[in-house]
């Protein structure tokens, strides 16, 4: 069946450095891939997607990595900065359908000074 | 402000009684998912609705209920609540059809049972 899952639960980084979240998908026929951040307290937000004929996407200090091959997703945060502590979800899509989107379990990034 | 209006923001009620989760969608968007996270747990999809017709099912109790009404707006019915349905009840929505697939979410719903 479908499933997204994280390697790591949690990730603590020091301020400035960069970090690596990972992301693993069982899914072959997912098309869209998409990471959230959530705050606490807060709903998700979005943060950048990825579509599957695409291997990297880049945005503000974020950049997604997709290798279909061995079905996995990784979200990098340069120079990370303690207001990106939160949890990270990857979510897929399966390809058809309506848009349904299948959340992973969450990774947590803590940020030290 | 995201756009997608969830009330209320916390709710406080006892075992074996009934409520009704609010959500508006962002002005456009005609798709509404619901999903349910309970305590440090990821997020799980309890159900789709698209102008107004239920498209998608996840694992939804029998208690629960959902619907989306003509001017887009969905109620999630949780009925004979248990201590277990304790969680974040968190509503999203999207233009289905378009480039942008992404969800955006409400602040969600603080569902205690006591």
């Known amino acids: 069946g479908e499933s997204v899952g994280l390697h790591l639960p949690t990730l603590s980084v020091q301020e400035g450095d960069n970090s690596i979240i990972n992301c693993a998908y069982s899914?072959?026929?997912?098309?869209?891939f998409i990471w959230y951040k959530q705050e606490s307290g807060k709903g998700p937000q979005f943060i950048i997607d990825?579509?599957?004929?695409?291997d990297k996407r880049q945005g503000q200090r974020v950049t997604v990595l997709l290798n279909k091959t061995v079905k996995h997703l990784s979200l990098q945060i340069a120079a990370t900065q303690p207001g990106d502590s939160a949890v990270y979800f990857c979510?897929?899509?399966?390809?058809?359908?309506?848009?349904?989107?299948?959340f992973g379990a969450g990774t947590r990034l803590a940020v030290h000074p | 402000d995201s756009g997608v209006t969830q009330t209320p923001k916390h709710l406080i009620t006892a075992t074996g009684q009934r409520v009704t989760l609010r959500c508006s969608p962002r002005?456009?968007?005609?798709?509404v998912y619901w999903y349910q996270q309970s305590l440090d747990q990821g997020l799980q999809f309890l159900i789709q609705?698209?102008?107004?017709?239920?498209?998608a099912k996840g694992n939804i109790l029998e208690r629960f209920s959902a619907q989306q009404f003509p001017d887009l707006h969905s109620e999630l019915n949780l009925s004979s609540l248990e201590l277990g349905d304790s969680a974040l009840y968190f509503c999203?929505?999207?233009?289905?059809?378009?480039?942008?697939?992404?969800?955006?979410f409400g602040s969600g719903t603080r569902l205690t049972v006591v």
């Open positions: 999203a929505s999207s233009v289905v059809g378009s480039q942008d697939y992404g969800y955006t």
């Open positions: 899914n072959s026929a997912s098309d869209y």
């Open positions: 990825i579509r599957s004929n695409m």
């Open positions: 979510a897929e899509k399966e390809s058809g359908g309506y848009n349904k989107l299948i």
């Open positions: 002005s456009g968007d005609l798709s």
């Open positions: 609705y698209y102008n107004g017709e239920e498209r």
